[in-house]
């Protein structure tokens, strides 16, 4: 008994000589507020963002993204993977019971055999039949099975997590190219219209040319236009199949299938989000809990590393009986119980390189916890500097379009009176496409920074009330207006 104890003595002691868990303490420390804080402080959850943006037609992309994405599925699917092994690890922390039942025949087939086994005319063959219940456990001195069930439960968690953030990536991806798809829509209807409007003042310029009033380097000036203006037709074509193509994918159908609905890109609006207290982003972010739940999930795997170091008892019981006929086996039972302890003694460092190898693991994932933090926080920043600064570009970019459309309108009707060169109607068109362009992209690059908030906060969390002082109807009115040659807008 004495050796036994000096064994479990000297591997109490090569454990207590392991090295300690180390800290994971997350030193980040939240601002207090964001820089381009927004100026409201209403706070409103909403989970169904993607609603605020006034398309009923992208919540029903969104459901189809959720039926038909097969990244979506196969992250459903790991979670499930991480289940299941969950089940597997906490298996060990109670007992393992069997039951065996066994038939054996032993038949001699030449020579005289052995005592159990004569070869007689009267004893052809031995049989013996038995059965026998068994129950073992391995007793969790250290901790070692509770803390790699705890592992694998922090890593069902983070399966989750990485689910919620495949899922959050997909729909903001569906909304951009959603929202994008229909900017193409929109610059391909302006680009149409400009051609046409291009085509109306290549007649007037035509007719002018006829009579001998307009020169021919004038004539050969418009029909460059115009066909600067033919060639933007098929490359906003080309970027809008493109778009849908992208779209497609993350719905998981062909492109043939798709239907985008008639909602019209000027009918888009965005909601005002505030951003919240930078210290709430940290509940708020699937990926941030998810870093956070494979940061815990290495700690387990430090104390089940540490505890392969020790030595383990196992415990088993078995009630069993035998006999050499069937009718007899339950007429002689008996029982077992076994105790076995097993210390690691030498193993070349490979237990200790285990246990080095799980408290490394673990400060890679305390800092890649600390770097998603830090990265949140940038993606709040960025989108929220993003919408402010954008909003102050659309308010100059608003009375840009209108003043282009009035030079254009007026330059034209002064060139028909012939109190106006060709090169200002040129010079003023040109103004004109470029400010109904920058228009669409500006709402375009809006509409995405809102998205992006929403993404960066975690999806559905700080709606405002709509905010629709940006579709002012005058604006709206000016994009893409076709120019008659009357010079008046329809």
Not at 29 to 57: E, V
Not at 95 to 124: C, H, I, M
Not at 188 to 217: C, E, F, K, M, P
Not at 249 to 263: A, H, M, R, S
């Amino acid at each position: 008994m004495k050796p036994s104890l000096s064994l479990l003595t000297l591997c109490l002691l090569l454990g207590a000589c392991s090295h300690s868990t180390p800290d994971d303490h997350n030193d980040v420390i939240a601002p207090a507020t964001w820089q381009s804080a927004p100026g409201q402080a209403r706070h409103q959850i909403n989970q169904q963002w993607w609603q605020q943006f006034g398309s009923t037609d992208l919540e029903h992309l969104v459901n189809q993204a959720r039926l038909g994405s097969y990244d979506l599925a196969a992250a459903m699917a790991r979670v499930q993977q991480a289940r299941a092994s969950a089940v597997i690890a906490g298996a060990p922390l109670l007992p393992e019971v069997t039951l065996a039942s066994n038939a054996n025949r032993e038949k001699l087939l030449r020579g005289k055999g052995y005592s159990q086994l004569e070869a007689r005319d009267d004893n052809q063959a031995a049989d013996y039949f038995d059965t026998r219940l068994s129950a073992s456990y391995e007793v969790d001195f250290w901790g070692g099975k509770a803390a790699a069930h705890d592992s694998t439960l922090q890593t069902l968690k983070a399966s989750e997590f990485d689910r919620d953030t495949v899922e959050l990536t997909l729909l903001s991806s569906v909304a951009n190219s959603y929202v994008q798809a229909l900017a193409l829509d929109e610059q391909l209807r302006i680009a149409r219209l400009n051609l046409a409007n291009a085509h109306s003042v290549l007649d007037v310029v035509q007719t002018r040319h006829d009579a001998g009033s307009a020169t021919a380097l004038e004539l050969a000036q418009q029909k460059s236009l115009v066909a600067s203006q033919q060639r933007q037709v098929p490359r906003v074509e080309q970027q809008t199949r493109e778009a849908r193509i992208t779209l497609a994918v993350l719905l998981g159908q062909p492109v043939q299938n798709l239907t985008l609905g008639d909602t019209p890109f000027t009918r888009l609006h965005w909601p005002a989000i505030g951003g919240g207290l930078p210290s709430e982003l940290l509940s708020r972010r699937p990926d941030i809990a998810s870093a956070e739940a494979k940061l815990v999930a290495a700690r387990a795997d430090i104390t089940v590393a540490r505890a392969a170091m020790l030595p383990n008892l196992t415990l088993s019981a078995s009630l069993g009986s035998g006999a050499d006929h069937f009718s007899d086996v339950l007429r002689s039972p008996f029982y077992t119980l076994t105790a076995g302890l097993i210390a690691p003694i030498f193993n070349n460092g490979r237990l200790g390189a285990e246990r080095d190898k799980a408290t490394a693991r673990q400060q890679e994932l305390l800092q890649t916890y600390r770097a998603s933090i830090i990265s949140a926080f940038a993606d709040v920043e960025k989108a929220l500097n993003s919408s402010n600064g954008l909003d102050q570009q659309r308010q100059w970019q608003d009375e840009e379009l209108k003043q282009a459309q009035r030079a254009f309108d007026i330059a034209q009707d002064r060139y028909k009176a012939g109190a106006e060169m060709l090169l200002t109607v040129l010079e003023t068109q040109r103004t004109l496409y470029q400010a109904q362009d920058q228009y669409v992209q500006l709402r375009l690059a809006r509409l995405q920074a809102s998205i992006a908030l929403y993404k960066a906060l975690g999806g559905g969390w700080g709606t405002y009330a709509l905010d629709n002082s940006h579709a002012t109807a005058p604006v709206a009115a000016a994009v893409g207006t076709r120019l008659r040659p009357s010079a008046k807008r329809s």
